[in-house]
């Protein structure tokens, strides 16, 4: 008989990803997608745009006194988010 080698579909699936240089795009965008169940409703109503440049957030908010508010829990939701994905992806949130 032959030894098989066995493995689930979700690692076969990530080692493709990885080996295509796939995985990065796919978490930055499950990241900017996991934006508006961290921040909750009143702030993604705010929220006017979300992309990620050199491991950091930027997210355009409309209103001064949020944008304040925020970066004073950057760190929270750098960890919140980054916990969201289940990788490290972002090391710093930048707000406009």
Same mark, same amino acid.
């Given at each position: 008989m032959f030894?098989?080698?066995i493995e689930s579909l979700k690692d076969v699936l %990530?080692?493709?990803l990885r080996e295509q240089? %796939?995985? +990065? #795009? %796919?978490?930055q965008k499950r990241l900017v997608e996991?934006? #508006?169940r961290v921040?909750?409703?009143v702030i993604t109503r705010y929220t006017l745009n979300t992309y990620i440049y050199?491991? +950091?957030l930027f997210v355009r908010l409309s209103n001064p006194a949020l944008r304040s508010d %925020?970066?004073?829990m950057r760190q929270e939701l750098v960890n919140k988010l980054n916990a969201e994905v289940g990788e490290q992806v972002?090391?710093?949130i930048r707000f406009n």
């Open positions: 030894k098989r080698k %990530l080692r493709n240089g %796939l995985e +990065t #795009p %796919l978490n996991a934006w #508006p921040a909750g409703p050199n491991q +950091t %925020l970066s004073m972002i090391t710093d």
